[in-house]
Each structure stands twice: as structure tokens, then as C-alpha cells.
């Protein structure tokens, strides 16, 4: 199930939220040495809404904001198009991106479309990395 009331949802993969190497792993080679971590969101736009989407973020419990993709530093905002997506998902349209952070904590995307304004609440935690 995705969060949210839509018509714009975060997929994180993991019903935990935000899960996060702290810091940045090398093999991560376009993040590593940034300063920032993060990981995959797959951003799902309902079919009933073809207008663009804004998305920002910011963190509740601490100064820092969300950023987004890559970039140094990455970018402050993410973009979805206008448009129709799939006939096979009933016109939902999919963006894939990665949500990108510098600390665990609580954290807000603000979605924001030509005839909605959502507000979602995630947590962001880092995990163990991987055995080598």
C-alpha cells in the first residue's frame, strides 16, 4: 500500500520508509564523498491527475532538507511532467528517482499539483551495510 492520499505516492520498497547506508558507501560512486545518502523512490501519479507534480522535502525533527537524484549538491526539488501514463497501469505514470538525506530523523515531502497540495510523513533510518 502506498502513503498518502494521492493523487501522488512515494514508493520506498520497504514499509520502514528511508533506508540509508550512513556514510555513503563507494560502491555508491555518485554519492560517495558527497555528503549525502538516500536511496530509490519510485513515485506513482494516479491516472485520474495528468498535471505536473512538485515535490520538496525537509526534515521535522532537524534543519536538514530532502534532496533529490544526483547533483552537488543534488537538487532541491523533483519533477514529474505533465502527461498520461500506461494503459496497462489505467494511466498512472511512474517516475523513478532517489530521495537524498544526511541524517536519520523524521522527514515531510511536501506534493504539491495544479489542484492538490499533500504533505508525507516518512522516516528515514540508516541501516548496516551489506557483508562483504
Known amino acids: 500500500?502506498?502513503?498518502?492520499?494521492?493523487?501522488?505516492?512515494?514508493?520506498?520498497?520497504?514499509?520502514?520508509?528511508l533506508e540509508f547506508?550512513?556514510?555513503?558507501?563507494?560502491?555508491?560512486?555518485?554519492?560517495?564523498?558527497?555528503g549525502w545518502s538516500g536511496d530509490k523512490v519510485l513515485w506513482w501519479v494516479a491516472g485520474t491527475y495528468t498535471g505536473p507534480?512538485?515535490?520538496r522535502g525537509h526534515r521535522i525533527d532537524g534543519p536538514q532538507f530532502v534532496r533529490f537524484d544526483v547533483g552537488?549538491?543534488?537538487?532541491?526539488?523533483?519533477?514529474?511532467?505533465?502527461?498520461?501514463?500506461?494503459?496497462?497501469w489505467k494511466g498512472a505514470r511512474d517516475r523513478p528517482s532517489y530521495t537524498?538525506?544526511?541524517?536519520?530523523?523524521c522527514y515531510a515531502y511536501?506534493?504539491?499539483?495544479?489542484s492538490f497540495s499533500r504533505v508525507i510523513i516518512f522516516k528515514a533510518r540508516v541501516i548496516p551495510p551489506p557483508n562483504k
Do not use: C, H
Open 100 to 105: 537524498r538525506v544526511r541524517a536519520a530523523g
Open 1 to 17: 500500500m502506498l502513503p498518502g492520499r494521492g493523487p501522488a505516492y512515494p514508493n520506498f520498497g520497504s514499509s520502514a520508509g
Open 53 to 55: 507534480v512538485l515535490i
Open 110 to 114: 511536501q506534493i504539491d499539483g495544479t
Open 72 to 88: 552537488s549538491p543534488p537538487p532541491l526539488e523533483l519533477r514529474i511532467r505533465a502527461g498520461k501514463g500506461s494503459s496497462f
Open 21 to 34: 547506508y550512513w556514510p555513503p558507501l563507494p560502491a555508491q560512486s555518485d554519492w560517495y564523498g558527497s
